[in-house]
């Protein structure tokens, strides 16, 4: 049976139209209800530590939030995700997560510095010290308070100490001290804890006396108020502190700090005063302290990575369910679409027939030419920028090496060595445009290539993170579209380079069975979107098109750059 496309539009919008007028409203309303109601039920597992249930329950209401577009909802719940993750050490997956809640972060507030903080404690877990500092510091610029500054502030200068440079984190903690807001009652927790790594920090450079003086102070205000994690780090300390000249101390405070760490269910806490005690051998006991550590550590590692897993198939259950409930209302809107031609279809029949024909030629031979059209033109830049290249750079050098020859006396050492650098210098050159047009390698290496070409813009100033590269299928995608995908990729890495002074560039990667996704973000100046053309990102568009793709462009000054590219495979 014949099927009129104009008649699938014309009935689509029709239905579409007394859906939104009966049924809109009353559906966002009962979806936000049901968002929200996700979100109090991962509150509540949270607090209970039914870490399992409060993670599917945050993923859940994000989902929910997805469709009603709700950015800050979507970026709460990847937080609180993140942040379970790493209670049950999934340090790499939380920060897959907090990548995931990156594009709906537009500017510098709460969940922008929330986010930066996480990244900088995944990193220090990580033993990343340098990127968790920088990710420290970027949260601080994002805070919009003195208060909120300081829990960053201090988080620096433990990876300071962690890195045993005690004069910085020193001079951190002294100065969060010196301000008058610690005094408020409200911040006593924060107050005892800057205390006791302050003391710590001492005793580490070998100031032992004002280390344990401000140590036991710290130590003094967590039992004032009841703060039992507090406390078991400040016998973790003090245990450490004794361990060379007390041992009868140490043994004391370190059996208390793992008594509390039972209490609390840490781990990690556990195993350090484990591993104190073990260290300290006090009468002899190191044996059976060394037999709890051994099995306490295998026990975790087991429970951690049944922890990934699970988080990691919640994922994907909730993708999966969500895929399915959108085919079945595809399937539901197509039998009311069918229901629907069967009043029309004597009387549109036979019109639809004939202006499916002809649109059929005409579409046939607009396609056609149009990549007719666009290879050519793709070849003509390609042609253009090697030009362009070997003009404004390899002729100049050419010409100054010619004249160099004919200037200099080349009897003369220096001037041969000026010579041979010159030529050498030329002969990069040559490489460098050969390899910015040479083949691609489109077989197996082909990920590992591509990914190494994106690392290669990783600095100091900036950050490029690439994901789910290695979940795509790439043997099911064209070689031609490969090429295209890589040509694409660096000419954006290149304009970013160039332009854009980002310090965070996202590179993700996702497919199905027939279509490939990859979306580019980065936190750059952006640019005029009338300025796309000039810039020189309409080669990348030709490139795309050629290939049946879409490529999209969403940029504005000062706040980034972000491109989404679909391709059939």
Not at 316 to 339: C, G, P, V, W
Request: glycine fraction near 4%; charge should be positive; proline fraction near 1%.
């Amino acid at each position: 049976m014949l099927r009129s496309p104009f008649l699938y539009l014309f009935i689509f919008l029709f239905l579409l139209s007394c859906e939104e007028k009966t049924g809109s409203i009353s559906g966002k309303n009962s979806l936000n209800k049901e968002a929200k109601a996700f979100r109090e039920k991962g509150i509540t597992n949270l607090e209970k530590e039914n870490f399992n249930s409060a993670f599917y329950n945050f993923n859940k209401s994000k989902i929910a939030f997805e469709t009603l577009k709700d950015s800050a909802n979507i970026v709460y719940n990847l937080i609180q995700m993140a942040s379970i993750q790493q209670i049950n050490g999934d340090y790499y997956g939380s920060k897959e997560t907090l990548t995931e809640a990156l594009p709906f972060v537009t500017k510098k507030n709460v969940y922008s510095a929330s986010i930066n903080n996480f990244f900088g404690i995944a990193d220090k877990e990580l033993a990343i010290y340098n990127d968790a500092i920088y990710y420290y510091k970027e949260a601080i610029k994002d805070c919009t308070d003195s208060i909120s500054k300081q829990s960053p502030l201090n988080n620096i200068a433990v990876v300071y100490i962690q890195q045993k440079k005690y004069d910085k984190a020193i001079l951190i903690l002294e100065s969060i001290l010196s301000k008058k807001i610690l005094n408020d009652n409200s911040l006593k927790t924060t107050k005892a804890r800057v205390t006791d790594n302050l003391g710590y920090a001492y005793f580490k450079k070998g100031i032992n006396n004002k280390g344990f003086l401000l140590m036991n102070e710290g130590f003094d205000l967590r039992k004032e108020i009841n703060d039992s994690y507090g406390t078991l780090q400040s016998n973790l300390h003090l245990a450490e502190y004794f361990i060379n000249t007390d041992p009868k101390k140490t043994n004391q405070y370190a059996l208390d700090a793992y008594n509390e760490a039972t209490k609390l269910n840490t781990i990690d806490e556990r195993l350090d005063a484990l591993s104190l005690l073990i260290s300290n051998n006090y009468k002899n006991q190191s044996t059976k302290y060394a037999k709890k550590y051994i099995t306490l550590s295998d026990s975790i590692i087991k429970i951690r990575n049944n922890f990934k897993n699970k988080f990691a198939k919640i994922k994907y259950d909730s993708k999966k369910e969500k895929d399915e409930n959108q085919k079945l209302r595809l399937e539901k809107a197509e039998n009311l679409l069918e229901l629907q031609e069967a009043k029309y279809q004597r009387i549109l029949f036979a019109s639809g027939i004939i202006i499916l024909f002809f649109a059929l030629i005409y579409l046939r031979k607009y396609y056609r030419n149009k990549s007719r059209v666009e290879k050519i033109k793709t070849a003509y830049d390609t042609e253009t920028r090697i030009a362009k290249d070997i003009h404004d750079e390899l002729a100049n050098d050419v010409f100054h090496a010619i004249t160099y020859t004919q200037t200099q006396p080349l009897t003369n050492e220096s001037s041969k060595e000026t010579l041979l650098q010159k030529l050498d210098h030329i002969y990069n050159r040559v490489r460098g445009i050969s390899r910015e047009n040479n083949d691609i390698d489109t077989g197996a290496n082909y990920p590992n290539n591509l990914k190494e070409m994106l690392s290669t813009y990783n600095s100091s100033n900036t950050n490029v993170i690439i994901n789910n590269i290695e979940k795509v299928n790439w043997d099911l995608v064209e070689d031609l579209k490969k090429i295209a995908i890589q040509r694409v990729l660096h000419e954006l890495m290149v304009n970013m380079k160039k332009h854009s002074e980002a310090s965070i560039v996202v590179v993700k990667f996702e497919s199905n069975s027939n279509i490939l996704f990859i979306n580019y973000t980065d936190n750059g100046k952006g640019h005029e979107k009338t300025q796309i053309i000039k810039n020189g990102l309409q080669n990348m568009e030709n490139r795309i098109l050629a290939n049946k793709g879409t490529i999209t462009f969403d940029t504005e000054p000062d706040k980034g750059f972000k491109v989404k590219i679909t391709l059939p495979k």
